[in-house]
């Protein structure tokens, strides 16, 4: 008997002692790489430091997991997120440097389930040069060449047959009004354009079989090598892949642009000024012109700005390492080993005090005379390098289209505050209610 419990406390004794042996080993992963990890801690085996990541904050907080980990490592430190080692880094020049290495050290990495939300065959997830033809031919769709020619006008009209629709039901979710809006504009463009021109320029390119050598024969090559020919399908699911993206941001930012408004008095008469000038001065009885977004909405392009800068709805995006990669820290040299994951967060630059004073703060004024460039360092909203938001110009007329009807035609009220919540991305629990109707004056 007391044999058996010998061996029974031996093996017990090993099971411990080999579990405790794994724990340290991953917590202690030693990469094949030379050079030097970045500081961090693995956490738990398989699900690493997952939970901690989607822990809900506030709107204006910094994120707990972030939050941690930066006082005890600094900007940039290793973890365990989705079964994956990863690096998070929150430091502009290194963010920015990652963005602009795109395709040369990183490539694009997300974790699946953010793959399975834009769906798994969403054509922006191709890499290297297909995804450079697709983001010419999507700039060439999205682009502000385009948005003057031929959407401005959709836009317009759909943004002003919904608001009226709305008004007279005396109340509406901004949101899922914008939401349809958004759908409503890319749908016309999809009908309008894409399918015809994509599908003209290659037939007309195949058939001539002459070599331009220009991004479309590259194209052609690339997609007949994979045996798939760039036809009307192929058209269509380019426009749904945009369609899919573009409904994911401008209905929120739309709302917390609003939200903001309503909130400050003086931000929105200010905003109100704007636009009855812009009305004072229009001659023909027409929607908004391309010239009146681009020359007469400075302070409208300002709420812009700083609805994106203080919203952060893309808070983190993520890269593959494509090899070893070294980042210089102030006076430490890390390597991120390649195949890893790196996650980056811009969030932690538009919230930085040496950057935007009083960052918490709603304050459209702080744009004044700055040129916004977006994907700059300190304004990432969009991205950056050669991923650089192709729908950032349509978000941008889109909210300004709807800011322009909505002050300038309709009375309204906040009679829904929305509630949100991040997980870190941004959740509505409760949407932006609008008492709304047609203005007496
Ligand atoms: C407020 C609204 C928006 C925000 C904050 C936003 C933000 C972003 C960010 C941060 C990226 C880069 C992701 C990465 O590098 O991993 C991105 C990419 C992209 N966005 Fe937007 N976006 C917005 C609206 C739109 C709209 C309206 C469209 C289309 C009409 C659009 C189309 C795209 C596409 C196609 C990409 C992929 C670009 C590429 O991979 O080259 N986005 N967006
Ligand atoms: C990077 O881009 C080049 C040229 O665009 C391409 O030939 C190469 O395959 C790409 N590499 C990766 C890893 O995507
Ligand atoms: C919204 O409109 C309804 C009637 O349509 C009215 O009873 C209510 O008081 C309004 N709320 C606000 C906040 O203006
Ligand atoms: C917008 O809000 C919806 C509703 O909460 C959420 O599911 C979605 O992820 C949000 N998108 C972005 C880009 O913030």
């Not at 704007?274 to 908004?288: C, F, P, S, T, W």
């Not at 005090?353 to 960052?359: L, R, V």
């Not at 005379?369 to 991923?387: A, D, H, L, N, Q």
Request: net charge positive; charged share 25%.
């Amino acid at each position: 008997m007391s044999f058996m419990w010998t061996v029974a406390s031996l093996v017990i004794a090993l099971v411990v002692v080999s579990i405790s042996h794994w724990l340290y080993r991953w917590s202690n992963t030693k990469p094949k790489c030379i050079g030097k990890l970045p500081p961090g801690s693995m956490g738990f085996p398989i699900i690493g430091e997952t939970i901690h990541f989607f822990k809900p904050y506030g709107f204006y907080e910094i994120p707990p997991f972030l939050k941690k980990r930066l006082l005890r490592y600094g900007p940039l430190f290793r973890t365990n997120i989705f079964c994956s080692k990863t690096v998070f880094s929150t430091e502009p020049d290194v963010i920015f440097e990652i963005f602009r290495q795109e395709n040369k050290s990183f490539a694009l990495g997300y974790p699946d389930m953010f793959v399975k939300v834009l769906g798994k065959d969403n054509l922006f997830f191709k890499p290297g040069d297909i995804h450079k033809h697709l983001k010419q031919i999507t700039q060439h769709l999205l682009g502000a060449e385009s948005l003057k020619q031929k959407m401005i006008g959709n836009m317009d009209q759909e943004i002003r047959n919904h608001l009226r629709l709305k008004a007279s039901e005396s109340r509406f979710d901004v949101k899922d009004t914008v939401l349809n809006m958004v759908v409503a504009s890319m749908t016309s463009m999809a009908r309008r354009e894409a399918i015809d021109v994509i599908k003209d320029v290659l037939t007309r390119r195949k058939e001539s079989k002459e070599k331009h050598g220009d991004f479309v024969d590259t194209m052609l090559e690339d997609l007949e090598k994979e045996n798939t020919i760039f036809d009307q399908g192929s058209a269509i699911s380019l426009i749904f892949s945009i369609l899919v993206v573009a409904k994911e941001g401008v209905p929120n930012i739309t709302s917390i642009a609003v939200k903001f408004l309503s909130q400050n008095p003086k931000a929105l008469a200010e905003l109100k000024r704007e636009h009855k000038a812009i009305l004072r001065n229009r001659k023909d009885k027409g929607g908004v012109s391309w010239e009146e977004y681009r020359h007469s909405m400075s302070f409208t392009n300002m709420v812009i700005s700083e609805s994106l800068r203080l919203a952060n709805l893309s808070p983190v995006m993520f890269r593959k390492a494509l090899r070893d990669v070294e980042i210089k820290g102030k006076n430490i040299r890390y390597t991120i080993p390649a195949g890893w994951i790196v996650a980056v967060v811009p969030a932690m630059v538009h919230f930085d005090e040496a950057t935007y004073e009083n960052p918490l703060e709603f304050n459209p004024w702080r744009w004044e005379g700055k040129e916004m460039i977006w994907g700059s360092k300190t304004f990432m909203v969009f991205g950056g390098g050669v991923r650089l938001c192709v729908g950032a110009e349509f978000a941008r007329l889109h909210i300004a289209l709807f800011l322009h009807h909505l002050v300038t035609t309709y009375d309204f009220s906040l009679v829904q505050d929305c509630e949100l919540i991040r997980t870190p991305f941004l959740h509505f629990t409760k949407g932006l209610l609008l008492n709304i109707s047609e203005s007496s004056k």
